[in-house]
Each structure stands twice: as C-alpha cells, then as structure tokens.
C-alpha cells in the first residue's frame, strides 16, 4: 500500500520560507515521478512542482525562482524548499507519487497517489 505523509507547514509571513517534508512508503523509486500540488480553499487543484527519475523537474510559473523540489531516495523523502513566500501561495500542499510526467499538468490528478496535506498560510 502507498502511503505519503506530509509534514513542514505553518503560518509566516510573506517574505518568509518553509520546507515541506513527504515521507513516502510502499512505492518504487526505481522509476519514479512524484511532486507537489496545491489547493486554496474555492480554487481548483494546482500542479505546483514535478520531479522524476530522469532527474527531470517543472515548475508553475507561480512558483519558479522561488520553490525547489528534491528527493532524498534513501529516506524515502520527498521535499519542497519554498522561499519568499507570497499571500497568494496560501493553500493546503500535498505530494504526489506515480504522475506520468513531471510536468505540473500531470501532478494531482485523479491516478496520483496522495498525502493527508499540510496546511501553508502565509500573511502580508
């Protein structure tokens, strides 16, 4: 069974970072494609970074420059480094596995596996 755990999210202020944690249980990392997406409360699901075995990543337009996705495969940990954080990137985060591509697109949708979500509030 596929479990994704996410942990790291909070309440700061704009400008301001956090790093999300994914621990991931049950799924390959032979072949994988796994990420990060978002959804704020009456908006749709964003894609928001992708990443597979390929060492291929994508980012939301929202979002480069800023975030950085990265996978400790020995812990089985996947991570969202995010920097200057902005009002508008309030939202409840979740990490994804076994996408078909890392393009953003591609992450959060329905053939995802799924964490619980974290939830990332930041203020102006």
């Known amino acids: 069974e596929v479990q994704l755990v996410e942990s790291g999210g909070g309440s700061v202020q704009a400008g301001g970072s956090l790093r999300l944690s994914c621990k991931v249980s049950?799924?390959?990392?032979?072949?994988?494609?796994v990420g990060w997406f978002r959804q704020a409360v009456g908006k749709e699901r964003e894609g928001v970074a992708g990443?597979?075995?390929?060492?291929?990543?994508d980012y939301a337009d929202s979002v480069k420059g800023r975030f950085t996705i990265s996978l400790d495969d020995a812990k089985n940990t996947l991570y969202l480094q995010m920097n200057n954080l902005k009002p508008e990137d309030t939202a409840m985060y979740y990490c994804?596995?076994?996408?078909?591509?890392?393009?953003?697109?591609?992450?959060?949708?329905?053939?995802?596996?799924w964490g619980q979500g974290t939830q990332v509030t930041v203020s102006s």
């Open positions: 049950g799924y390959s990392f032979y072949n994988y494609c």
């Open positions: 994804a596995a076994d996408c078909r591509l890392a393009d953003v697109s591609m992450i959060g949708t329905e053939d995802n596996y």
């Open positions: 990443l597979d075995s390929d060492g291929t990543t």
